[in-house]
């Protein structure tokens, strides 16, 4: 069974700033998909970023980009001058390809950006 | 506007009265799912939908039921709640190419007492 794990449960940072939240995660597949997803104190789940695990090349969406390291089945985080609004839970998904579309969630890492 | 709604977003009932949340998504999607979401152990899946009269378990089904008799409706129904099964809870949505996220509702949260 898939498992995702974040071992940060709550971080701050400075605003302008960079933070770099980590999620691991084990499976035994060769092809799935991962996400970050923000939730904001609104509830609302908002996708941050993803990434094709066949794919070499590190996502990036504007301050965001992440560091994937296949074998070592490891997906962090980067966000580059941390502003206000990016206070939020942020969670890590994986998705398997076999078809099962089944998420699985961290537990998720409480991050609050400082003025 | 496409998106996913749930009805009520807050809901506090008492224990052994049956009660619905509502999901609706407007994007055609083949999947839909449900998940509740508890501190220290993010998003778990209840029920999942690979189209319409497909339904599946997830990791926490007990307590909870779901239908899926049209494509863009499937509502979580809870027979008789108990407080356990208090918690914030999310429908989503998602087309049949893995490759596209998965769209969420707003949340619903209950209480039960």
């Known amino acids: 069974a898939q498992t995702v794990t974040q071992s940060q449960p709550e971080m701050s940072v400075q605003e302008a700033e960079t933070v770099t939240l980590s999620c691991t995660y084990d499976t035994s597949e060769n092809n799935y998909y991962l996400f970050w997803y923000k939730q904001p104190p609104s509830r609302q789940m908002i996708l941050v970023i993803r990434?094709?695990?066949?794919?070499?090349q590190n996502a990036t969406e504007n301050r965001f980009s992440v560091n994937f390291q296949k074998a070592a089945k490891s997906f962090s985080l980067k966000i580059s001058d941390s502003q206000l609004g990016d206070t939020a839970m942020y969670f890590c998904?994986?998705?398997?390809?076999?078809?099962?579309?089944?998420?699985?969630f961290g537990t998720g890492t409480r991050l609050k950006v400082l003025a | 506007e496409a998106q996913v709604t749930q009805n009520p977003r807050y809901l506090i009932t008492v224990t052994g009265k049956k009660l619905t949340v509502t999901c609706s998504q407007n994007m055609n999607h083949e999947y839909m799912s449900w998940y509740r979401q508890d501190p220290g152990l993010g998003l778990r899946q209840i029920y999942y939908s690979m189209n319409v009269e497909v339904t599946d378990k997830g990791d926490v089904p007990e307590g909870y039921k779901v239908s899926r008799k049209e494509k863009r409706n499937f509502p979580l129904i809870l027979e008789s709640p108990s407080p356990n099964q208090t918690s914030l809870y999310f429908c989503?949505?998602?087309?049949?190419?893995?490759?596209?996220?998965?769209?969420f509702g707003q949340g619903t949260r209950l209480t039960v007492v």
């Open positions: 990434q094709e695990a066949y794919k070499q």
């Open positions: 998904a994986f998705l398997s390809a076999s078809g099962t579309y089944k998420y699985i």
């Open positions: 989503a949505s998602g087309p049949r190419m893995l490759n596209t996220e998965a769209f």
